[in-house]
């Protein structure tokens, strides 16, 4: 792929040919002069409490995050539908653009656990280097020069607030230079994704009108663990369940009720391997019958290093893809998981009682890709569970019910969760990303046709039916969703130049 860019060169923009260094040299300039300015609107957003589970915390960040789009120019305003938290909305036309680009970013947070932290997650520090590393602070306010392996840590610092203000700085370095930006803008701010947006299928459909683009551009997650520059072209969906398998209504002694009593922990261990085999194969009828399989290109894509398997399974401990000892990671993460998330029943350690116990209980995660549904998913499940003898109820059964039915089990859903979503890789206006995103870094562009983690994309593509792409730009052990959460600055200044090119393309022509 580089060759054919390094070959071409050049992108045209207002009808004239622009060097591809050009726009790159410029919005490095222009960062270079404003580097301290840069950091401290990047601290003042994070500074910001921003848990999804705090409707009101997320209307302060709503409004502020207007006046940073206002005084770009950008035409804001705060949408709202039901009970949904607020999303930010921006528009902004250029002269002479012919296609129209809409960012997504969402600006909440995870929640935090203050004590688990090195240091308070909505007070930003910058560190000169990594925590585990034994990095000192750096005292603000900061002065000359600033090394890109600092990072400042403070929640949502990768995860999602520094892709807006890369954008951001992207917009105003090229209008610094006359650069553009060259296509139209839009911009919708998610404000409870990390909350599984609940609300974002209501948001969209109450606001479809200002929704109209040629392309989804999603910021959001980290480059490739090699350091390399990411897009990525699909998502699995997510959802949950709780089940818990009751016996007696209380918990027995083991020696008067051990072969009388059931016992619910036996019996959801068998229910478990019931349902998927040491492979992570799902055994449940009908499972896979509406998997897509994986594509020629997609599997094009994993052939050419679209993950870093070796350091994706050496990294964390594991000899090799429980989906198989010949599975590639890419492979393993482009079908369905069934993953068991926590169990809980009696006790061990100094606290075990010879005793049977009353209940047990499992958190079950599903990942599901391409073709499958949530609904169709839960009713084969709960299928599954019916025909391996259970009563189902959505409560604790009543007394009558225990005499009556000697295998219950009770069941609920996680009322968060989508469908995965993915794009066409043949789509000529990817096809265009890509070369644009390979061109702008000396590294090699790796695409990724299903990232294995999950992105609320389904409900976009199902109202807008607009392609999309994710493009990353933060350092991938940014401890995301974890204590101490960080960005190491070189990636911020990196996303400034890759979005410039970008945004400085017009897009003309595919």
Not at 7 to 28: C, F, K
Not at 118 to 133: F, H, Q, T
Not at 371 to 397: C, K, N, W
Not at 466 to 483: K, L
Request: charged share 20%; net charge negative; aromatic share 6%.
């Amino acid at each position: 792929m580089k060759r054919w860019i390094a070959a071409l060169g050049w992108l045209t923009i207002g009808g004239t040919a622009l060097a591809q260094t050009d726009v790159t040299e410029a919005a490095r300039a222009y960062r270079e002069a404003h580097e301290a300015a840069i950091l401290q609107e990047t601290l003042d957003l994070l500074r910001l409490p921003n848990d999804a589970a705090n409707r009101e915390d997320i209307l302060v960040n709503a409004r502020h995050i207007v006046g940073l789009l206002e005084a770009r120019g950008i035409d804001a305003q705060i949408l709202e539908a039901g009970d949904a938290s607020p999303a930010v909305y921006g528009a902004m036309d250029v002269p002479g653009a012919t296609r129209t680009l809409l960012l997504y970013i969402h600006y909440d947070g995870q929640p935090v656990e203050p004590e688990n932290w090195a240091s308070d997650p909505y007070d930003p520090i910058i560190r000169a280097g990594r925590l585990e590393d034994g990095a000192a602070t750096v005292e603000a306010p900061l002065s000359g020069a600033i090394d890109p392996d600092w990072r400042i840590y403070a929640r949502s610092a990768s995860d999602d607030k520094s892709p807006l203000i890369a954008i951001l700085t992207a917009i105003d370095a090229l209008r610094a230079n006359g650069h553009g930006p060259n296509v139209n803008l839009r911009f919708f701010l998610e404000g409870e994704e990390e909350a599984g947006s609940p609300h974002l299928r209501e948001l969209l459909e109450a606001h479809r009108n200002l929704l109209d683009a040629d392309l989804w551009l999603i910021a959001d997650g980290p480059i490739d663990t090699r350091g390399d520059p990411r897009v990525m072209l699909g998502v699995r969906g997510v959802t949950s369940m709780q089940i818990t398998i009751h016996g007696a209504e209380r918990v027995l002694h083991s020696g008067h009720y051990g072969n009388v009593a059931p016992n619910p922990a036996a019996r959801l261990a068998r229910l478990i391997a019931s349902m998927r085999d040491d492979t992570g194969r799902v055994l449940i009828d009908g499972f896979y019958d509406d998997v897509l399989p994986i594509s020629d290109a997609a599997r094009r894509y994993i052939e050419e290093g679209a993950f870093d398997e070796a350091s994706l399974l050496s990294e964390p401990g594991i000899a090799r893809t429980e989906w198989g000892p010949d599975a590639p990671y890419g492979e393993a993460v482009m079908v369905p998981a069934l993953n068991i998330l926590g169990l809980d029943a009696g006790s061990v350690g100094p606290g075990t009682r010879n005793a049977v116990p009353e209940r047990a209980s499992a958190a079950i995660g599903f990942r599901i890709v391409p073709g499958m549904s949530l609904e169709r998913l839960r009713e084969q499940v709960t299928g599954h569970i019916e025909a391996q003898g259970y009563m189902i109820l959505d409560r604790e059964p009543t007394d009558a019910e225990r005499l009556e039915h000697p295998m219950i089990a009770q069941i609920r859903w996680s009322s968060a969760g989508y469908s995965a979503a993915s794009t066409d890789a043949g789509h000529p206006l990817i096809g265009h990303l890509i070369g644009l995103v390979d061109a702008a870094s000396a590294r090699p562009v790796r695409v990724v046709p299903l990232l294995g983690g999950s992105l609320p994309l389904a409900p976009i593509q199902d109202v807008t039916g607009t392609p999309f792409a994710i493009v990353p730009i933060v350092n991938p052990d940014n401890s995301q969703h974890a204590p101490n959460e960080n960005l190491r600055i070189g990636n911020l200044w990196d996303g400034i130049e890759l979005y410039a090119e970008i945004l400085a393309d017009d897009w003309d022509g595919n």
